[in-house]
């Protein structure tokens, strides 16, 4: 089955903990993209990935740090959790030639206390 | 800067009433614009994208570059389009860079 998965989905954890949020997809896709959603104000793209060893920041890539060491891998990095990443957060995939055709992973809801 | 404006947040219709999600944007090159619908309890996926100019489950989103609006519109409103809306734009200078919208929850009463 074609699918994103995200892992963990939930996680609480304290200020300035590392914390490695997994995303993985089996489609054989060249674009991933990170998003983090807040109430009011959507999504937000954080970082984005053409393909392999190729990222790029997003609007709000501040805090985050991500590595495309793998084709399937999108793993998103905070190496030092503040509370205002307390987020729900969305990895996506999609092929290079149609990144608007993104596949949505289940998402991730952090905080950070 | 906000590149994507849903300025309305909820929006309930009744059922067979037409039913209009509003979307502007700001952008000086030649943007992408597409909608992103989320179903209860469903993924959020991509509904349509203005360069096909196709209808989707009844749906049509016109580009207005003189409004630089994207409205979603459809004329007869089903039950089965209660979710959440989110315009999206695709930035074409860099290629891959996207930017979303609020969103709009939509409710379509029986």
């Known amino acids: 089955e074609a699918q994103v998965t995200q892992n963990p989905r939930y996680l609480i954890t304290v200020t300035g903990k590392k914390l490695t949020v997994t995303c993985s997809q089996n489609m054989n896709h060249e674009y991933m993209s990170w998003y983090r959603q807040d109430p009011g104000l959507g999504l937000r793209q954080i970082y984005y990935?053409?393909?392999?060893?190729?990222?790029d920041k997003g609007d709000v890539p501040e805090g985050y740090k991500v590595s495309r060491k793998e084709k399937r891998n999108f793993p998103l990095i905070l190496e030092s959790p503040s509370p205002n990443q307390t987020s729900l957060y969305f990895c996506?995939?999609?092929?290079?030639?149609?990144?608007?055709?993104?596949?949505f992973g289940p998402g991730t809801r952090l905080t950070v206390t | 800067a906000q590149r994507v404006t849903q300025p309305e947040k909820l929006l309930s219709v009744f059922k067979g009433a037409p039913v209009e999600l509003k979307c502007n944007y700001s952008y000086s090159g030649s943007p992408e614009l597409f909608w992103y619908v989320q179903y209860s309890r469903q993924r959020l996926q991509l509904l349509l994208r203005?360069?096909s100019r196709e209808s989707i489950k009844g749906f049509t989103a016109d580009l207005n570059k003189g409004e630089t609006s994207f409205h979603l519109k459809k004329p007869f409103a089903q039950e089965e389009d209660s979710a959440m809306y989110y315009c999206a734009l695709r930035e074409t200078n860099t290629g891959n860079q996207f930017y979303f919208g609020t969103g709009t929850s939509l409710t379509v009463i029986p």
């Open positions: 990935s053409m393909n392999v060893e190729v990222t």
């Open positions: 996506a995939s999609s092929l290079g030639g149609r990144p608007y055709e993104q596949y």
């Open positions: 203005h360069i």
